[in-house]
């Protein structure tokens, strides 16, 4: 049963932004810490950066300083702010709470592509 639906993806060029945005049902997404994922072409899913209830924030090494988590939990919505992009962040990108839930729950994601 999904609860998260993703947009904003797109295609880039390197050096360039986007910002993804998900939203999921009051009750799912108040009082949950919030995260993003990513799958690359042929890898597993991993964590990008999850934010809290009161906003502390958590990035992977690979993105910290050009991406930035958010929330707003009157809009029951999350961001991903991704700036100076790179072909690496290539990959379908989903929403989800932390920590991961099992496979039934993930939606279909938001495809980022970063290319010239």
């Known amino acids: 049963q999904v609860q998260f639906v993703e947009s904003g993806g797109g295609l880039v060029q390197p050096g360039g932004s986007l910002r993804l945005s998900c939203t999921a049902p009051?009750?799912?997404?108040?009082?949950?810490?919030v995260a993003w994922y990513l799958q690359a072409p042929g890898k597993q899913r991993e964590l990008v950066a999850r934010?809290?209830?009161?906003?502390?924030?958590n990035y992977v090494d690979s993105v910290k300083g050009r991406f930035t988590i958010s929330r707003s939990d009157v809009k029951n919505t999350a961001y991903l702010q991704m700036d100076s992009l790179k072909p690496d962040d290539t990959a379908v990108y989903y929403c989800?709470?932390?920590?991961?839930?099992?496979?039934?729950?993930w939606g279909q994601g938001t495809q980022v592509t970063v290319s010239s």
């Open positions: 989800n709470q932390w920590p991961a839930p099992p496979a039934a729950f």
């Open positions: 009051r009750n799912i997404f108040k009082g949950r810490t």
């Open positions: 934010i809290t209830l009161d906003s502390r924030t």
